[in-house]
């Protein structure tokens, strides 16, 4: 059974470290909203192996192949969606992709990448609501054993780390209206529907507010 219809099309972003569950929360979310799911195609980069194993010289390859295939999945088919009447729910968003790279560029190829990327964000349209699931790094760790992709199993405890603060950084809901704070210590929304919806209310208010109140 759907959700009520907001009184607009929307754009909702599920952000998060890796792990945290944004694609299985999304995937629950475009059946409730009867929207249309987007899924990062995050198994698609060759690069991304290769920078697990030695990040300093694949960290730009890496990089540029996710901000060139992130900018051409959103820019073909999110504003479409939305000119059709149609909803949108996605596991990521633009913006999580100069978190990674301030992570893992330094110096000229921060600087080149960084133009690249402020050039295509304005081409984009911008989220309604970012949904920011957070959760405390032995828990990801452990749904990122559960799903087990091969290339995950190795990343470093503090690499995470860096992650989640560099997340706390940029999606500050104190500095953003735009973000919706999740707090997901101890919740298994995919398992026991009590937690699903604690985290359903909470967006289907908070996205609400911003059609109804946009900044």
């Not at 749904?143 to 992650?163: K, Q, T, V």
């Amino acid at each position: 059974m759907t959700e009520p219809s907001f009184h607009r099309p929307f754009y909702l972003v599920v952000e998060g470290v890796i792990g945290v569950g944004k694609t299985s929360l999304i995937q629950r979310l475009a059946r409730l909203f009867g929207a249309e799911a987007l899924y990062e195609p995050v198994t698609e980069n060759p690069f991304l192996a290769k920078f697990y194993q030695d990040p300093a010289r694949y960290a730009f390859p890496t990089q540029i192949f996710f901000l060139v295939t992130r900018y051409r999945q959103l820019a073909r088919q999110v504003r479409p969606l939305l000119q059709q009447g149609r909803s949108v729910v996605a596991d990521y968003g633009f913006l999580k992709d100069p978190i990674f790279a301030r992570l893992n560029l330094q110096g000229d190829e921060w600087d080149v990448y960084w133009q690249l990327y402020e050039t295509l964000d304005e081409r984009l349209p911008q989220p309604d609501l970012i949904v920011y699931l957070r959760a405390p790094l032995d828990q990801i760790q452990r749904y990122i054993a559960r799903r087990g992709r091969e290339f995950e199993r190795n990343i470093p405890r503090d690499y995470l780390a860096r992650l989640a603060q560099a997340y706390d950084e940029v999606l500050d809901p104190r500095k953003r209206d735009d973000v919706l704070l999740l707090d997901t210590t101890g919740l298994d929304f995919v398992h026991r529907s009590r937690d699903l919806k604690t985290l359903v209310d909470a967006i289907r208010q908070a996205l609400a507010r911003r059609l109804l109140f946009p900044a």
